[in-house]
């Protein structure tokens, strides 16, 4: 794609200022309905984290496994039009980035019609893993911007994965698996802090663990630009509307206090 062209998807899909809240929506599983997304919209989550499934989902939980086992991934393009459609629906749609695992039958490595639609990709993978790599290039040639996953430790890899960010960088909050936690890292300040030194200009968002609005706030304090929240927002979306809609708001909450 060239500078212009990427330039002006840049400035189109350019992110808020204010707290970002990022937050998981499964494709293609039948027990989380679209219309679900009405209520994500509408208690200020900014990003829409659309996960596909994967055959091997190492780095996550027992919620998003079991969402990733119903779906069905052979509709995907269906499941991710139905998806795009409801957010461009709103007044003010959410961001729309697809959260993915580098798998070897991925559909972006050979279908450039995955990329319709979408804001940002992030690849979930091992370092210089070069089927992500591949996604990635895949991506940004059909105008989608990267945001980058950085997994622990960090390294010099991450440090300059991070000074390319497009969209934002996503930092593992927690070693191990997500799912939520009762404490947020206090060693996140440090990790953060060596991000900015590199020279890391995309906002930093921490995912992994983060459950609630007092953890969405105490991110903040620790120097990050917003949270992201997989796991828990998938398990109570499973409660109903109304318990999604009050977690959404706390978590809201705790980033505009």
Not at 27 to 54: F, H, Q
Request: aromatic share 4%; with cysteine; glycine share 8%.
């Amino acid at each position: 794609m060239n500078i212009g062209v990427k330039a002006e998807a840049n400035e189109r899909r350019a992110l808020p200022k204010t707290p970002l809240l990022s937050c998981y929506f499964p494709l293609g599983d039948e027990r989380v309905s679209t219309e679900l997304l009405d209520v994500y919209a509408g208690e200020g989550v900014d990003i829409i984290e659309i996960g596909m499934a994967s055959l091997d989902p190492y780095l996550d939980g027992n919620d998003v496994r079991a969402s990733m086992e119903r779906a069905d991934r052979r509709n995907w393009r269906a499941d991710l039009d139905a998806v795009l459609a409801r957010l461009a629906s709103y007044r003010k749609p959410p961001r729309a980035l697809l959260m993915t695992y580098a798998d070897a039958v991925h559909p972006g490595l050979d279908t450039p019609d995955l990329w319709r639609g979408l804001d940002s990709l992030l690849v979930v993978a091992r370092s210089d893993d070069p089927l992500a790599v591949r996604l990635e290039r895949q991506a940004s040639d059909h105008g989608v911007l990267i945001s980058p996953f950085l997994a622990l430790p960090l390294d010099e890899r991450d440090l300059a994965r991070a000074r390319e960010a497009e969209f934002y960088i996503m930092l593992q909050a927690h070693d191990g698996p997500t799912g939520p936690r009762a404490v947020l890292d206090p060693a996140n300040e440090d990790r953060i802090a060596r991000l900015h030194a590199a020279g890391a200009r995309a906002p930093i968002l921490l995912g992994f663990g983060i459950s609630e609005g007092t953890q969405a706030r105490q991110a903040m304090t620790l120097g990050a630009d917003g949270v992201i929240v997989g796991s828990k927002v998938l398990r109570t979306s499973l409660e109903g509307r109304a318990p999604l809609a009050t977690l959404l708001a706390d978590l809201r909450s705790g980033l505009d206090a």
